[in-house]
């Protein structure tokens, strides 16, 4: 499918397509059927190897060490690290990491940036984003944040407990949202501070037991529970100005949001290319499965809906690239999530056994993918602003011109 992504954006794509086929998928499919982890020291040579190809982090400006690419034009390329299980650490453009580089990109002090964005860009660094918390805490509603942090001189004094807080197990440092004035409503009472994993009264207790997490590499970033009691940092390490922190989550889950949805779409087009390449190989009942029209139509179904959320994502993008693009965003994860489940899905049934085994990687995908519904917000909290959005604008004269019923009459007829 061509879409008419700029000369730049597909020359990139390209080089990535590369390394993603010479280098990470044969090493990929090696450690799947090897059952072998693939090390970080290996990880270390992909990201050197990415470096000396101009693939690595595409989403981070060159003065910090990546390629400077706009939503836009990074699209294609995290599309493409989708592909591959560890494709996007492969080039530095995983989750948590491309997002907490993108705030600290934004709205860090030169200072910040020294200190934590650029080790961070070259892997010396590791960080994670706090923000969701257990019982009644921030999660689908972030308004229910619990944790604070109180001033005290020139440092803050940290209380609270968090959970599903992706590589907080390995993190050098956590993006923690805290009340920071508790009079005031907390879209103006919050703050994002930086917590350093070896501050005083940090706990990290333990990874969440989930779904997916495909174990093929040493260090599984895993989603963790943290604990922050009397936690003191100097109020230098607030992210951004104080009391922004609902504006900063919201840049950083605009963008997060988007990178989801072009990762997960190139895991759903190649499920579909394993999927296709199984129907062709294999016969039942006389002809080759890809013969059969109860399965062509529904892999012509899958097309038209991933090209249709691939579509829409390029749209989102550049909407971002220019503006703040909320709903275009909102209805991108929530579109592109519930498609590249379903892909993923039918490529597991077209695959039968080989859909659930894992020399493909079909199944991990699988796996993986389900949490896309629930991350960045749930489809129906994205529902929920798409929703409040559609009613906005609605023209009641239109309403009274086109429905010319008699009042009385249609109390009557409501009596009878
Ligand atoms: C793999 C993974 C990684 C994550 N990484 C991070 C991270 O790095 N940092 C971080 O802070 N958080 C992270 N999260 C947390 C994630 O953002 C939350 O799980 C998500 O926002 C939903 O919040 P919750 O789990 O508290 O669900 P809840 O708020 O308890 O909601 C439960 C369910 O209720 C439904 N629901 C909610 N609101 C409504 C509504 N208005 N109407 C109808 N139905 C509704 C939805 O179906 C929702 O799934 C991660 C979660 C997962 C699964």
Redesign the pocket.
């Known amino acids: 499918m061509e879409y008419h992504d700029s000369e730049k954006a597909k020359e990139v794509a390209g080089r990535v397509e590369e390394f993603m086929d010479e280098v990470v998928i044969p090493r990929e499919r090696e450690a799947l059927a090897t059952g072998e982890e693939i090390t970080m020291d290996e990880i270390h040579e992909m990201w050197e190897m990415a470096k000396e190809r101009d693939l690595f982090a595409p989403q981070v400006p060159a003065e910090y060490g990546g390629q400077g690419l706009d939503f836009s034009d990074m699209l294609p390329s995290f599309e493409q690290v989708g592909r591959s299980l560890i494709g996007a650490l492969a080039i530095r453009a995983n989750a948590?990491q491309e997002g907490n580089m993108h705030t600290l990109e934004m709205v860090g002090t030169e200072e910040q940036k020294e200190e934590y964005l650029r080790p961070l860009v070259q892997g010396e660094l590791s960080s994670?984003?706090?923000?969701?918390e257990p019982k009644v805490g921030a999660?689908?509603?972030p308004k229910m944040l619990q944790s604070t942090a109180v001033k005290d001189g020139d440092e803050w004094v940290i209380n609270g407990h968090?959970w599903?807080?992706?590589d907080g197990l390995g993190a050098d440092f956590y993006l923690t949202m805290v009340r920071t004035d508790l009079d005031a409503h907390p879209y103006e009472g919050t703050s994002i501070i930086l917590v350093p994993r070896d501050a005083d009264g940090v706990d990290v207790v333990r990874n969440v037991p989930?779904l997916g997490g495909h174990g093929i590499t040493e260090r599984e970033g895993g989603?963790a529970e943290v604990k922050f009691d009397n936690v003191r940092v100097p109020v230098e390490n607030t992210i951004g100005e104080e009391g922004e922190g609902f504006q900063i989550a919201q840049m950083r889950l605009g963008g997060g949001r988007l990178t989801h949805c072009m990762r997960y779409s190139g895991m759903a087009e190649r499920s579909l290319d394993v999927a296709k390449a199984y129907l062709q190989e294999r016969e039942a009942f006389g002809s080759k499965l890809e013969d059969k029209q109860a399965l062509r139509h529904r892999i012509a179904d899958a097309e038209t809906q991933l090209h249709a959320a691939r579509t829409m994502v390029r749209h989102a993008a550049r909407e971002l690239d220019r503006n703040d693009a909320r709903i275009e965003v909102a209805m991108s994860k929530m579109f592109a999530a519930n498609v590249t489940n379903e892909t993923i899905d039918l490529a597991v049934q077209c695959c039968g056994g080989n859909g659930i085994g894992k020399d493909l990687p079909i199944a991990h995908f699988y796996e993986s993918v389900r949490?896309f519904r629930?991350?960045?917000?749930?489809?129906?909290?994205h529902r929920?602003s798409i929703a409040r959005w559609a009613f906005e604008d609605v023209d009641e004269v239109e309403i009274e011109n086109t429905l010319q019923f008699d009042d009385d009459l249609r109390i009557d007829a409501l009596d009878e």
């Open positions: 948590p994670a984003f706090a923000m969701t999660g689908s509603d968090k599903w807080t992706s989930h989603h949490e629930i991350v960045d917000g749930a489809d129906e909290v929920r």
